[in-house]
């Protein structure tokens, strides 16, 4: 798209939403980038990951989902956000 230059990783929310090892990470997580390999790996242990899903598990409704805080959303923002695909589908509005 021209809208980087150098390594850019993207489109990793879906996996993230779909409850995905991704949705897991914690800030300051190291991670391994493997550009020939076309990999990225998360520097945790299985330990570390089985632990960190059964937290999830017993949030229950919640698990999985970011914590709450106060925004100000414009209704015109919600509006939008009511409508649009995600960006794997083109971030498009779908009326």
């Known amino acids: 798209s021209g809208g980087t230059s150098g390594l850019s990783v993207g489109h990793v929310s879906p996996e993230a939403a779909a409850r995905g090892e991704l949705a897991l ?21 299985d330990n570390e990951f089985n632990k960190r899903k ?23 923002l919600k509006a939008y956000a009511a409508t649009v695909s995600s960006a794997d589908l083109g971030a498009i509005r779908d009326i």
Do not use: F, Q
């Not at 990470?25 to 520097?43: H, M, Q, S, W």
């Open 25 to 45: 990470l914690r800030t300051g997580d190291c991670i391994e980038i493997d550009i020939p390999g076309r990999k990225i790996n998360a520097a945790l242990s």
């Open 54 to 76: 059964k937290e999830e598990k017993l949030k229950g409704n919640r698990a999985y989902k970011p914590e709450a805080r106060n925004r100000n959303i414009s209704s015109s």
